[in-house]
């Protein structure tokens, strides 16, 4: 029986120094756009098994963002570095404290480039995909992975309030979900009622997922060095299981990496 993908990764602490100085035009390994619970793990992952990987968000100030006001009761996979981050903490404690312990855990991991920015299109090339950012500058992966929640087109809902948004303050990724249509990706509706937290009200957000015939596992049928992970995909989504998902695509991408 092949070793959970969970429970059998490399060692805790990597190297000290970081693997790669990006510049303008740098190719990097694996581009992550999308760091929530599951994009945040892959990357962690990824770059732990020495890959160069680009972890882009439109707000790192919601990196790794629970979908709850402390730790208490959630299911995080051993081996994970939401289970390495909760085990130093009591249950009890909040959300952003352990926020902003996960993120200086992924900015002292080697090999993670933390980039806020927003995606708004892919572009496949032979041996890469470009993609571009609504701020201008572009950037360049051997294989991007979207991540990107609810945020395809997302509607935020509050009483009689819609905003175009995925989260509470978060744009929605409009344009990416534009230029995925334009590649023939068929996007299908989905609907999730987001619980509020620190006095924060409850809303329903409303976004756009691949049709289930759009995918084999992980990959976009019609595009080639593209995959997408996490609640962006169809299906009930937990911590444990976004969290397991992300280990066995880390697993899949080193394999494709190796070959």
């Excluded at 081996?79 to 002292?108: C, N, Y």
């Excluded at 080639?224 to 996490?230: A, H, K, S, T």
Aim: charged share 20%.
């Amino acid at each position: 029986m092949p070793p959970d993908p969970i429970s059998s990764g490399p060692p805790i602490f990597g190297p000290s120094s970081p693997r790669s100085q990006p510049q303008p035009g740098h190719l990097y390994d694996v581009a992550v756009v999308g760091a929530g619970v599951s994009g945040t793990e892959l990357a962690w992952r990824l770059a732990r098994a020495g890959q160069d990987v680009l972890l882009v968000s439109q707000a790192l100030d919601s990196l790794g963002n629970l979908y709850q006001p402390t730790v208490a009761g959630a299911d995080f996979p051993p081996g994970s570095v939401f289970a390495q981050v909760a085990a130093g903490m009591a249950p009890d404690v909040d959300g952003w404290t352990f926020h902003r312990l996960l993120k200086a855990e992924i900015e002292a991991t080697s090999g993670i480039h933390l980039l806020q920015s927003c995606v708004t299109a892919l572009d496949e090339e032979e041996t890469q995909v470009v993609l571009s950012t609504w701020e201008g500058p572009q950037l360049h992966a051997r294989t991007v992975v979207l991540a990107v929640g609810s945020f395809l087109k997302g509607r935020l809902l509050i009483g009689d309030t819609m905003e175009d948004a995925g989260r509470l303050s978060e744009v929605a990724y409009d344009f990416l979900a534009d230029d995925l249509l334009l590649s023939g990706v068929w996007l299908v509706g989905a609907e999730q009622t987001a619980h509020g937290v620190e006095g924060a009200p409850d809303y329903d957000v409303r976004f756009l997922t691949p049709a289930p015939s759009e995918l084999d596992g992980f990959r976009v049928n019609r595009l080639e060095r593209v995959r997408m992970l996490g609640r962006c995909t169809p299906g009930d989504h937990t911590y444990a299981s976004v969290l397991r998902d992300a280990a066995r695509l880390a697993e899949e991408l080193m394999q494709e990496a190796d070959a």
